[in-house]
């Protein structure tokens, strides 16, 4: 079963706009991370956020956690074309297994 | 970066033969691995984690004597599709737990994955 949930599914949006994500997560966690995979690609670790992290900032993106509301939201902030690609988040579980989210899936248009 | 190296990044064959994909962590080593699946558009589902010097830990629904992984050494992880069949068709990628800091951090480091196509 999925840990994450990310919504919305699908975005698209103008290159220079910014993009915004969301998951929510059911476990208590230590730390959420999100990852982006671009098409028929491996996944790329993007950031990782602590559990008694609230925000947490790496270039143009723009994480925050609530673990009182278990969700977490990406942001990343004037888009580009070459953002275009699927973004999950994922919580370790015990036995450091990686649960991963449905993921959305971001069209920037150029 | 980590890199962890995954082959082949694509393979066709014929139903009944079985398939070895490759993984491998170039610059680290790695106790843990996992294999994952990947249908078109969905995410990823784990499938089982591989731990080098023993038995492999199969997730629920996942055959083990279809999907055979072997973690021989720190550095290698393979997953052998045995008897593949047209539904075994699939995104597979491999992935390698990396320790990060003090706190043992979960950060993995994934393969470009293998695209298996079974006629």
């Known amino acids: 079963s999925q840990q994450g949930e990310e919504d919305p599914q699908a975005l698209s949006i103008q290159e220079g706009e910014n993009a915004t994500m969301n998951c929510s997560y059911k476990?208590?966690?230590?730390?959420l991370q999100w990852y982006r995979q671009n098409s028929g690609r491996g996944l790329v670790h993007l950031i990782l956020i602590r559990s008694n992290e609230r925000e947490k900032h790496s270039g143009r993106l723009r994480v925050t956690l609530d673990t009182s509301k278990k969700s977490s939201s990406l942001l990343i902030t004037a888009s580009r074309a070459a953002d275009t690609a699927s973004y999950f988040c994922?919580?370790?579980?015990?036995?450091?297994?990686?649960?991963f989210g449905a993921g959305t899936r971001l069209f920037v248009k150029a | 970066g980590a890199v962890v190296s995954q082959h082949p990044s694509r393979v066709i064959c014929k139903s009944g033969t079985s398939v070895k994909i490759e993984c491998r962590s170039l610059d680290f080593q790695a106790t843990t691995m996992f294999w994952y699946r990947q249908f078109p558009k969905q995410s990823l589902m784990l499938m089982a984690t591989?731990?080098?010097?023993?038995?492999?830990?199969?997730e629920q629904g996942v055959e083990k004597d279809k999907f055979l992984i072997n973690h021989a050494s720190l550095t290698l992880s393979t997953l052998t599709v045995t008897s593949a069949h047209p539904e075994d068709s699939s995104f597979y990628i491999c992935?390698?737990?990396?320790?990060?800091?003090?706190?043992?951090?979960?950060?993995?480091?994934f393969g470009a994955g293998t695209r298996l196509s079974v006629l």
């Open positions: 994922a919580t370790p579980l015990e036995g450091f297994k990686t649960i």
């Open positions: 476990t208590s966690i230590n730390n």
């Open positions: 591989s731990n080098e010097g023993s038995k492999a830990t199969y």
């Open positions: 992935s390698a737990r990396r320790l990060a800091g003090t706190r043992q951090e979960n950060i993995q480091y």
